[in-house]
């Protein structure tokens, strides 16, 4: 009688990775909250320029922290992209649920705290009162108008001579809270930015989920981001609102709803028009009777927004490219242009150079179009070109390096998220170089 004997597999171990990365990331995650925490703590207290003068919307918050100097604020700063690097190189070790409970944690702890590192928000609510509150029109006058107004001593040096250079769109969603008063339309603005944030995120999730990609990666990666959580997010800053339409008509043409695709496009433009750069790589990628239904979509969203502005700004609702030309020719200390030009010994960007840049753009641009053309994919294409165009732009703050991060998180050209996380550790380090200088 013959027995048959069982053979077993050996039991395989988990590997040593397996075992710790989970709690090396949720220790990472726990690093992030922390920091946030101790950033609004301390914000509480004040610092200007840091955390900007402001009606005191975090009383509440003091007694805890203390009082946050620029010195400090850089080693969070450092310690927060730290922890997130760690964490994103982890981030396959996250599941849904702790992925979506850091963001959360992170974007909670933000929108509790004060406004952090930019006057712009009371500039949006300065041109929002001058149309509601005394019948001005923010695109022909300057916050300088209403000197009288509360919100007058808030807004930043920069902008108090400067109409404003937003789409009308945006003006017209700010108008509502124009009679709330002025920590009515703070906190406005911050529920506003926040709601921008989670569509945004949400939709990043939709479309790495689309394209057969971790949703968890992507979204951690722009979600749990220092230059989208500190500065973005804490300066309530409107670009979130163009991210979210901007990934709205992404999700739209992932889905076939070509129309609808460029029509959110369109309306991101009228918040903000870096967002039109999407549009003719959308129309080369998906060509002929899909192109058709893009440019529909796009003619009646214009139509619509052109009456729109027409009506409630006049001709100067419209005038929006010169707008941006005048910006243009701002120039920023943490822009490359101007390190560049430091490195070369000279004492900053020059109009020639301006010439340069932009005739640069143009070249990249041109390129990233025939490749587009060519096949290649059309969303990493337009990534490419709005970090392009933060990369020479003259005029650089942290929140325009965020441009190109929802894009980088949903597609298959890695290349385009490392260049992105470059250029933002660039900026980072080019901020965080005082630490290096000596204590006097």
Known sequence: MSVAIERREPRVAPARSEQWAPALAGALALVLVAVAAKLVLDAAEGHRPLVPTSPDIASWLRGVGQRLEYRDLLILLLVFTGAYAGLLALARALSKRAALVLIGALHAIIFAGPILLSTDVFSYIAYARMGVEHGLNPYVHGP???????????????????????????????????????????????????????????????????????????????????????????GAHNDLIMLAAMMAAVSLTLGGRDAAAAASVV?????????????????LARRARHARAQLL?????LGLGAVMAVAAFGAHGLDLIAALNRDAAFVSSDSFPTEIAHLFGKPGVFPVDHDLLKAALVV???????RTWRGFDWIAAAGWTLLAIAVTSTWLLAWYILWPLPLAAVTRDRRLLVA????????????????LAPVS
């Open 144 to 234: 300088i108008a209403i000197y009288h107004d509360p919100v007058y001593r808030y807004v930043g040096q920069d902008w108090k001579h400067v109409a404003t250079a937003y789409g009308p769109l945006y003006t017209l969603l700010s108008y509502p809270l124009a009679p709330l008063g002025l920590r009515g339309a703070l906190w406005g603005m911050k529920l506003e930015a926040l709601l921008a944030s989670a569509a945004t995120l949400w939709l990043v999730w939709r479309c790495a989920r689309a394209r057969q990609l971790d949703p968890v990666i992507a979204i951690v990666a722009v979600g749990a981001n220092p230059l989208y959580v500190i500065y973005g997010l804490g």
């Open 267 to 283: 309306a991101g433009a009228l918040v903000k028009v870096t967002v039109a750069a999407l549009l003719p790589f959308m129309l």
């Open 364 to 370: 990249i641009v041109a390129h990233l179009l025939w």
């Open 420 to 435: 992105t996380l470059a250029v933002q550790a660039m900026f980072i380090v080019h901020q965080t170089a005082p630490l």
């Open 297 to 301: 979509g796009a003619a009646v969203a």
